[in-house]
């Protein structure tokens, strides 16, 4: 396993990776989504170092607050404001950190990739969820995103 101890760097070693053969052949992997379920412990990981960072949980508390925006005062993706005021730099922090996180872990690739994590992320952050690690989690886990997340003793 990969160590996530220390997350200085991350983008260079993305960018360096994605300039290779066996990054561009790794990110260039499936197009649509092909019903690969990511592990619970990748999930979990992942949204602990989300909310560990301070630049990644920044970027996530953005998004948030660009779609609670965006919902009440019901822009559009046309709207001059929604341009304005969307919040792409946060955007491209999280999928960036995603390809990152599937690049270091051993996760299959897929279009779906981690995206299931930012919305746990967001879940925990406006209180859905209080943690991911109790039973009650998986219980909503399993109800809201068991296509895209297997659990130990299931098939992936």
Request: proline share 3%.
């Amino acid at each position: 396993m990969a160590d996530f101890e220390d997350l200085t760097g991350w983008r260079e070693e993305l960018a360096a990776f994605e300039k290779t053969e066996e990054g561009r052949a790794f990110f260039a992997g499936n197009k649509r989504y092909g019903g690969i379920k990511v592990p619970y412990e990748n999930v979990v990981q992942m949204v602990e170092l989300i909310r560990g960072d301070e630049e990644l949980h920044e970027a996530l508390r953005k998004k948030i607050w660009f779609a609670a925006y965006a919902e009440k005062h019901d822009l559009e993706v046309h709207d001059d404001e929604f341009v304005e005021l969307n919040p792409l730099e946060a955007h491209d922090t999280i999928i960036d950190f995603r390809k990152w996180y599937l690049m270091k872990a051993p996760v299959r690739f897929d279009k779906r990739d981690m995206i299931v994590a930012t919305w746990l992320a967001i879940d925990l952050e406006e209180g859905r969820l209080t943690s991911l690690r109790t039973e009650q989690a998986r219980d909503f886990i399993k109800e809201n995103y068991a296509r895209y997340i297997s659990f130990p003793g299931e098939e992936v």
